[in-house]
């Protein structure tokens, strides 16, 4: 597709059970960025990819968090040991460059839900 | 990083113009100011973005102000479907940059 594509758009899952969230952002797109929405919240931003460069993974909440982007394209946020308040949704965004700040795109997001 | 302040909420009526406003007083030379919006059960979609003058697009307008530490999105003339959450970001033009987004305005549109 030609947007940015996010799996699973719903996850139930146990409290500590090890979930992976899937992030396929647009091709060609050089940036990409995880955000968590809890309900009714703004979005808390929590990594940052950039080509090749070392992540900027300063908003991660926790060690339990964890994020790798393969080839410069798919990135899959792990999250270890998961806690009720891990539920919510997590976004995703990729943009083409850092030349100029262009727009960002994002997903639709994937909605987890910690029993 | 650079914040932004954005009221909360805001309540217009439908077919007339919107004004929403956002404050960044620490903003830095490089920095552009982005909107988005959300609406229910959807990602954000970019809305527009500028540097120091103002800009159009098909969707809206945003004024920038003079000393660039505030600027206004502009919604002609707001529709139902225009109710959602507006953010108003800030985006380093130059390196690598995390983009941080704050709460947010909650647009109601009354018909």
């Known amino acids: 597709g030609a947007g940015v594509s996010q799996s699973p758009s719903n996850k139930v899952t146990e409290k500590g059970k090890d979930v992976e969230l899937r992030c396929d952002p647009i091709?060609?797109?050089?940036?990409l960025y995880w955000y968590r929405q809890s309900l009714g919240q703004g979005l808390e931003f929590l990594i940052y990819?950039?080509?090749?460069?070392?992540?900027?993974k300063s908003g991660l909440p926790s060690d339990r968090f964890s994020a790798e982007r393969t080839g410069g394209s798919v990135s899959t946020l792990t999250i270890q040991r998961t806690q009720q308040e891990d539920s919510a949704v997590y976004l995703c965004?990729?943009?083409?460059?850092?030349?100029?700040?262009?727009?960002?795109?994002f997903g639709e997001g994937s909605r987890l839900t910690v029993l | 990083d650079a914040k932004t302040t954005q009221p909360n909420s805001m309540e217009s009526n439908e077919e007339e113009p919107v004004h929403l406003p956002c404050n960044h007083s620490?903003?830095?030379?490089?920095?552009?100011i982005h909107w988005y919006r959300q609406l229910p059960s959807q990602g954000p979609e970019y809305v527009i973005h500028?540097?120091?003058s103002n800009v159009n697009n098909r969707m809206a307008s945003l004024a920038i102000a003079e000393d660039r530490k505030s600027s206004t999105l502009i919604l002609h003339r707001a529709t139902l479907r225009d109710a959602a959450v507006y953010y108003c970001?800030?985006?380093?033009?130059?390196?690598?940059?995390?983009?941080?987004f704050g709460a947010g305005t909650r647009l109601f549109v009354k018909a």
């Open positions: 965004a990729s943009t083409p460059s850092t030349a100029l700040p262009g727009e960002l795109f």
């Open positions: 091709s060609g797109h050089t940036a």
């Open positions: 990819f950039q080509g090749n460069s070392a992540p900027d």
């Open positions: 620490t903003i830095s030379g490089t920095d552009y």
């Open positions: 500028g540097l120091t």
């Open positions: 970001i800030l985006r380093r033009g130059t390196g690598g940059f995390k983009t941080i």
